[in-house]
Nanobody
Framework: QVQLVESGGGLVQPGDSLRLSCAVS????????IGWFRQAPGKRREGVAC????????KYADSVKGRFAISKDSAKNTVYLQMNNLKPEDTAVYYC????????????????WGQGTQVNVSS
């Protein structure tokens, strides 16, 4: 059974850091690409970062480049999203999702999704 479980969200102040985790089961990170997405209230879900399993290539939304970093620990079957210098506009529910053979910031190719973890950035 395929499962993705996010954790690590919380309430932080602007400029703080958080590391989100996405623990996966039912498949290996060697074969599937993992993306992080977020959805703020009243807004569409948007892609934040993607990590390619084949070559380690990464993609980031312009709004997070230089602040966020996606990585994985294959031994733990876990993908991380390190978020630094957080801003109020980063407030959203963050989701991880898996896609086969494609790494993109578009939601359509992603087959399996986690339940999300809430990130609130506020002073």
């Amino acid at each position: 059974q395929v499962q993705l479980v996010e954790s690590g969200g919380g309430l932080v102040q602007p400029g703080d850091s958080l590391r989100l985790s996405c623990a996966v089961s039912g498949f290996t990170l060697d074969n599937w690409n993992i993306g992080w997405f977020r959805q703020a209230p009243g807004k569409r879900r948007e892609g934040v970062a993607c990590l390619s399993s084949s070559d380690g290539d990464t993609k980031y939304a312009d709004s997070v480049k230089g602040r966020f970093a996606i990585s994985k620990d294959s031994a733990k079957n876990t993908v991380y999203l390190q978020m630094n210098n957080l801003k109020p506009e980063d407030t959203a529910v963050y989701y991880c999702a898996s896609a086969w053979k494609i790494c993109t910031l578009i939601t359509d190719p992603f087959h399996y999704w986690g339940q999300g973890t809430q990130v609130n950035v506020s002073s």
